[in-house]
């Protein structure tokens, strides 16, 4: 069976900016997580997460290509 390619595109560019909605508020709340850290060990966990969601986030962007 063909696929159209354009749907097919659109399609995937419409999944990535739902994911992409989810991430912001989980960014959102690793953020107040992170203003709220008691230790040093937490800031730096929330830290790392922070930066792992905003790498995906940039590769989601530019669809997947480095």
């Not at 912001?24 to 969601?53: G, P, Q, V």
Request: aromatic share 6%.
């Amino acid at each position: 069976m063909p696929t159209n390619n354009s749907t097919k595109a659109s399609s995937i560019e419409d999944d990535i900016k739902f994911v992409m909605s989810f991430m912001d508020k989980d960014m959102a709340t690793l953020r107040e997580l992170k203003n709220n850290a008691k230790s040093e060990m937490e800031i730096a966990s929330y830290t790392l997460a922070l930066k792992k969601f905003t790498n995906v986030k940039n590769l989601l962007r530019r669809g997947g290509n480095k």
